[in-house]
């Protein structure tokens, strides 16, 4: 595909991003008495994008925003959790906030928010040249694959004709967009694709330069596979933190006349759902409440996935009637379950006194005395 008609078919599907954001903004504003008026299609893209803030979601973010003050010096954030675990909720959570935060002060020629998703091409390698490539877009530079290398040749500036840009030409271009952009904060969703045949410390060299470049900071997001990155690049620790985000604990032995709070909050999830159903029959979830925990391992991003399914096999059925064996498909089956409750396992193990908040200072009766003596009423 040559250049011109690779520039038409990205304006193509820059066009089609467009119309489908304006088309979630609208659905966004519908309520649901609203969406039942809708065509089956329209009503799951609905259900879909209701966001059920809960307890563990607003820890993270409110996490986040702490570690994204610029006067403090940490440069890399890792947002690492689960499989299933709603990330993606949690960054449209993320960049609704943070766009908000800069909205008042933002110049019109500055982007300080940039999302991309780091690149699953296919290559042998990660390209950081897509990657790059991918930044830039976002911060507001078209036309990228027009853009040509210069030389001044006799007191005139001449295009490099018949060369592609080398990656350190493009890291030169794409730190001129930083500062030009004023780009605070880049977040990379999917960053699981960073770590294609490369070696962990020379990915962190490279994001870490990256941040540098002006008054960035990086917020990687991905699952458990991205620990690591975190974790074995000591050089880093001073400068970056890992934010663990967590699903519900499941308690060994359930006592239905008191509830955990990770319970609590899980069911409280649930109710949010059940009152957002697509369909006019709504099943009572919250009466089986428990039984979709463990089916969800606590995760409620995994439970919005196997409901997503539920509702869609409840709209084919005559008169959209609930019926218990679309339950049976919606949820996932044990082999699967257990495959990810053991990924989920490990990964909680390897972040055991790695994360933001998890500073060990002595027992409670230390933490009571040093509480004590920051105040002023301790002895010493």
Known sequence: MNTEKQSDADADGADKNATVALDDAMLATVTRNQALQLCPEQRMRWFYLRQVNHSELSRVARDLDELLDPNNDTKIIAIIGPTGIGKTTLATNILTKLVGRFTAQRQPHEVPVVYVSAPANGDKSMSWKTLYRRIQAAAGEKHIDLQRQTQVSEGEMHAVRGER????????????????????????????????????????????????????????????????????????????????????????????????????????????????????????????????????????????????????????????????????????????????????????????????????????????????????????
Not at 233 to 259: C, D, E, F
Not at 330 to 344: D, G, N, Y
């Open 165 to 380: 840009a080398s990656l350190a030409h493009m890291r030169e271009t794409l730190e001129a967009v930083i500062r030009k952009r004023n780009v605070r904060v880049i977040v990379i969703d999917e960053a699981l694709h960073l770590l294609r045949f490369d070696q962990n410390a020379a990915i962190m060299d490279t994001l870490k330069s990256l941040a540098d470049i002006h008054h960035t900071k990086l917020v990687l997001i991905g699952t458990y596979q991205i620990s690591p990155l975190m974790i074995e690049y000591g050089q880093l620790a001073r400068r970056s933190a890992i934010l663990h985000y967590r699903r519900y604990a499941i308690p060994q032995k359930s006592n239905p006349q008191k509830l955990t709070d990770t319970q609590t909050s899980f069911k409280e999830a649930i109710v949010r759902l059940q009152a957002q159903w697509p369909c006019t029959e709504v099943p009572q979830l919250e009466a089986v409440w428990e039984a979709l925990m463990n089916a969800s391992l606590g995760s409620v991003g995994l439970l919005k996935s196997q409901l997503l399914q539920l509702a869609s096999l409840q709209m084919r059925q005559k008169g959209e009637k609930f019926d218990v064996k679309d339950l049976q498909r919606a949820i996932k089956p044990p082999k699967q379950l257990r495959m990810i409750e053991a990924e989920t396992l490990a990964g909680e193990q390897d972040l055991i006194g790695a994360c933001y908040g998890d500073a060990d200072l002595g027992s409670e009766e230390v933490m009571k005395e040093l509480f004590a003596k920051l105040k002023g009423t301790g002895r010493g």
